[in-house]
């Protein structure tokens, strides 16, 4: 039996491997930070780039900005960072390493939910739901990538997996029971909260079920349904303790970087517009037209098919519904800008589909040929996702298209870079001014320089303080006209480098 397991496992993992690579995902590995949301892949890849040079510190985080000072930053869990940054030091820099990784969580994620879909359907449907929810444009796009909203679902999926296991029933597999399974469960969840709050939707759907279980009139069954309470409430340990150690670290060093925040709109219209803003961009990337709408109506539908649902299923796929709309409803104002945050909510479509798979399993044998429409219906989807996920995630790397959006071209400062490496006076020791950069890390992440940013949205005010206050050595300019606006308040600016429209002065001061 055990055997046969690793077979399946085996099979998975090829075909797995053999997807992405024809979906074009392992084509980037090597890429640098680019395409949508370019800022925020810098911002975390910058955590793994500081760990590398400053020493492997987990305690205490570091971007690239403000770094002539402190660049040490509140924020969720840093594990994929660090542990790229331990590769880093292994195998030399390269940000290979850090895609690497976060796909290796994905992976395990997504072989757990095979195997959880597996418990409920045969091995072919439970690979086209598998592929179903890697092509959405959204997964696609970063499922290699530098967000750690990827690792957090990949190990929330773990998570799942191992708590269906070991404490809901099934008609005929018996349940985990080994203390590895146990540890690695607690391990997972509470990895996953930590590196993402978001997932704490999660945790609570499961302390939600277990805690219904205690009620006759629910009729819900969790095997050692007091063990399954002691191990979420452990669950809970280190992201409660990281809280409060990045609340440390935003109260002694200033930044609250990535914490986060519940935005309040303080009118109604601003609501609406959140929505409106949202609604017009980000849902056709989560799943493509017209799927997304199909979806989102099956996500209703297990309401009335309470009789052909297990009870635990039932309730787990309604709860985790209810809190994943109330955490979008709340933070609309942040989603709006954002299509990565829907991540670490796709498992409310994962449950949901779960949930009418056994509801499609009550079918009658009589009426098998629903069974076969359903099919072919399932392959047509998933081929329609594909095709739209394959297509987004080549826009997304495409310079020129609407969906690239990388605020600057990062092959041109990787070139400048090298450059500057010939050069002994420049290093991650001086301080420096990048601009015009519309986000905190990117120029100073691709030039693995430390320092302050500028841009158009910054006054006088704002220059004379970096000039005068940290005392900066090097300018890195990609305009004119912020170059005259600083050659007017130092000595001179003499030329050290430059690449296309990019140079690099040093500054003499008054």
């Given at each position: 039996?055990?055997?046969?397991?690793?077979?399946?496992?085996?099979?998975?993992?090829?075909?797995?491997?053999?997807?992405?690579?024809?979906?074009?995902?392992?084509?980037?590995?090597?890429?640098?930070?680019?395409?949508?949301?370019?800022?925020?892949?810098?911002?975390?890849?910058?955590?793994?780039?500081?760990?590398?040079?400053?020493?492997?510190?987990?305690?205490?985080?570091?971007?690239?900005?403000?770094?002539?000072?402190?660049?040490?930053?509140?924020?969720?869990?840093?594990?994929?960072?660090?542990?790229?940054?331990?590769?880093?030091?292994?195998?030399s820099y390269d940000e290979f390493w850090f895609r690497l990784l976060s796909f290796c969580f994905f992976t395990a994620g997504m072989l757990a939910l095979f195997l959880w879909l597996k418990t409920r359907v045969n091995a072919i449907v439970a690979f086209l739901l598998v592929i179903l929810l890697q092509s959405s444009p959204i997964l696609m796009f970063y499922s290699a990538g530098f967000l750690p909203d990827i690792t957090a679902l990949g190990l929330a999926l773990v998570a799942w997996f191992l708590f269906a296991r070991l404490f809901l029933p099934h008609p005929y597999l018996p349940s985990y029971k080994h203390w590895m399974l146990k540890l690695l469960f607690v391990l997972s969840l509470s990895l996953a909260v930590a590196t993402k709050t978001t997932v704490a939707i999660q945790l609570l759907t499961m302390l939600g079920v277990v805690s219904l279980s205690f009620l006759p009139s629910f009729k819900i069954t969790i095997h050692q349904r007091k063990e399954?309470?002691?191990?979420?409430v452990l669950s809970c340990l280190i992201p409660i303790a990281w809280f409060f150690w990045s609340r440390h670290l935003s109260m002694t060093h200033n930044s609250q970087y990535f914490m986060m925040r519940v935005p309040i709109p303080e009118h109604w219209s601003d609501y609406q517009?959140?929505?409106?803003?949202?609604?017009?961009?980000?849902?056709?990337?989560?799943?493509?037209?017209?799927?997304?709408?199909?979806?989102?109506?099956?996500?209703?539908?297990?309401i009335f098919l309470k009789k052909y649902i297990s009870n635990e299923l039932w309730f787990i796929a309604i709860i985790n519904l209810f809190g994943s709309l109330c955490f979008l409803f709340l933070m609309i104002d942040q989603f709006k800008y954002h299509d990565y945050y829907i991540i670490c909510l796709m498992p409310s479509f994962i449950?949901?589909?779960?949930?009418?798979?056994?509801?499609?399993?009550?079918?009658?044998?009589?009426?098998?040929?629903?069974?076969?429409?359903?099919?072919?219906?399932?392959?047509?989807?998933?081929?329609?996702?594909?095709?739209?996920?394959?297509?987004?995630?080549?826009?997304r790397y495409t310079v020129g298209n609407y969906w690239e959006q990388s605020h600057i071209n990062a092959q041109s400062y990787d070139s400048l870079r090298q450059k500057l490496t010939q050069l002994h006076s420049i290093n991650r020791n001086s301080c420096v001014i990048a601009g015009i950069d519309p986000s905190p890390n990117n120029i100073l992440y691709m030039m693995h320089l430390r320092g302050h940013r500028v841009s158009p949205e910054h006054d006088s005010a704002r220059l004379n303080h970096i000039i005068y206050g940290a005392h900066p050595e090097y300018f890195i300019s990609n305009d004119s006209t912020l170059e005259q606006r600083i050659n007017k308040m130092v000595d001179s600016m003499a030329l050290v480098a430059s690449h296309n429209t990019i140079k690099v002065y040093r500054l003499y001061q008054d």
């Open positions: 039996m055990q055997g046969r397991h690793l077979y399946t496992i085996l099979a998975f993992l090829i075909a797995w491997l053999l997807f992405c690579y024809s979906a074009g995902i392992t084509s980037h590995f090597s890429a640098l930070p680019s395409g949508v949301h370019q800022s925020a892949q810098c911002d975390r890849a910058s955590l793994a780039q500081n760990y590398y040079y400053d020493g492997l510190n987990f305690l205490y985080p570091e971007v690239n900005e403000n770094r002539c000072i402190d660049g040490i930053v509140s924020c969720e869990l840093p594990l994929t960072a660090y542990l790229s940054a331990v590769l880093y030091k292994a195998f399954a309470l002691v191990l979420l517009t959140a929505w409106l803003i949202y609604l017009a961009n980000w849902p056709q990337q989560t799943f493509s037209e017209p799927l997304i709408y199909l979806f989102t109506g099956l996500l209703f539908l297990p449950i949901n589909w779960l949930a009418l798979s056994e509801a499609i399993g009550k079918i009658p044998a009589k009426l098998w040929y629903i069974k076969i429409i359903l099919l072919i219906a399932l392959v047509q989807i998933v081929s329609v996702q594909y095709n739209g996920g394959t297509v987004n995630l080549q826009e």
